[in-house]
């Protein structure tokens, strides 16, 4: 089996723009992955993390203990976590409260992730989700006019970060036709004892499996979709990536990552984007159709904003 193909953001040749090399390119069509090594910078990967550690610490007071599991839908029910479309809200690991809802671990190693506006909406995190570089991945992986629709930062704690799902992203984020692509950037080194990702390459062409959706009684619910295509686990391939490696995702590649029963951390940020130029679904359980919300910013049109 082929390891995923790892690659470097190049400038072109005129040293203008940066660009992903055409067997990059080829690789994340082939595969519906591909891995970006030394995308950001030490400093950068330390001042993203600085700035969620104190975002958890101003947030976690003001949150119900709010547990994310992918093996259930509790947090769909929750008004909490829906609140969190388009704002900042903390999740906490389900093995880190007791019956009650008390911690059982410090509030530094409660947390499973923040979620899921803070690209806009935090100015360290805005800064770091924007700019050329951005642009180019996303060019490169063909999508050419992005939209930031979500953002994580997952913490995968020591000891008792829980196991993420076998899934794909385009169940959670819907478009006709399908645009979704999940930028998964390493602020540790990731390996497979403190849960890396693993991915299925090349399953994404089978299509998508189940769908999150708003039904007509405003509940967010998964539905099967059919025919329900079958993954064939032994692709399995697990992209263990050094700090500041950005791996990214088709919205259809499947991809999970396992408990992290190390000592150690593994702290990732997460990005989602869909292409302007597609029709977002109504039911989608993110929208950004309030009079308050801001509409969803692109890689550089922020930037440019802000630079005037
Ligand atoms: O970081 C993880 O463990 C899982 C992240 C994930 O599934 C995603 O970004 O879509």
């Excluded at 950001?40 to 947030?59: F, G, I, K, N, S």
């Excluded at 547990?67 to 906490?92: I, L």
Aim: glycine share 8%; charged share 20%; aromatic share 8%.
């Amino acid at each position: 089996m082929k390891p995923v193909h790892r690659t470097h953001l190049r400038r072109s040749n005129n040293a203008l723009r940066w660009g992903l090399d055409t067997e990059a390119q080829a690789a994340y069509q082939q595969d519906g992955v591909l891995i970006v090594e030394d995308f950001l910078d030490a400093q950068a990967c330390a001042e993203l993390r600085a700035q969620a550690e104190r975002l958890v610490e101003v947030l976690a007071p003001q949150s119900p203990a709010t547990v994310f599991s992918t093996r259930d839908q509790r947090h769909a029910r929750d008004a909490y976590f829906e609140s969190t479309a388009a704002g900042m809200g903390v999740f906490f690991e389900e093995e880190a409260l007791d019956a009650q809802g008390q911690l059982k671990v410090p509030l530094s190693r409660a947390v499973n992730k923040l979620g899921h506006a803070m690209h806009d909406l935090d100015p360290v995190f805005q800064r770091h989700s924007h700019g050329p570089r951005w642009q180019a991945v996303a060019e490169g992986v063909g999508l050419a006019d992005p939209l930031l629709v979500q953002s994580m930062y997952i913490f995968k704690q020591p000891g008792i970060g829980g196991e993420v799902n076998c899934h794909q992203d385009a169940t959670f984020l819907s478009t006709q036709p399908q645009s979704v692509v999940g930028f998964w950037l390493a602020i540790e080194d990731a390996h497979q004892g403190n849960g890396c990702l693993g991915g299925l390459p090349g399953e994404h062409a089978k299509g998508l499996k189940e769908l999150f959706r708003r039904d007509p009684d405003g509940v967010l619910r998964l539905h099967p979709i059919h025919p329900r295509p079958e993954w064939d686990m032994q692709r399995l391939q697990w992209l263990a990536v050094p700090r500041g490696s950005l791996i990214v995702f088709h919205g259809l590649f499947p991809h999970l990552s396992l408990a992290n029963r190390l000592a150690q951390s593994r702290h990732a940020y997460t990005l989602h984007a869909v292409s302007a130029g597609t029709t977002y679904a109504k039911d989608n359980w993110i929208q950004r159709d309030g009079p308050q919300n801001a509409p969803f910013s692109g890689f550089i049109d922020l930037e440019s904003a802000t630079r005037g």
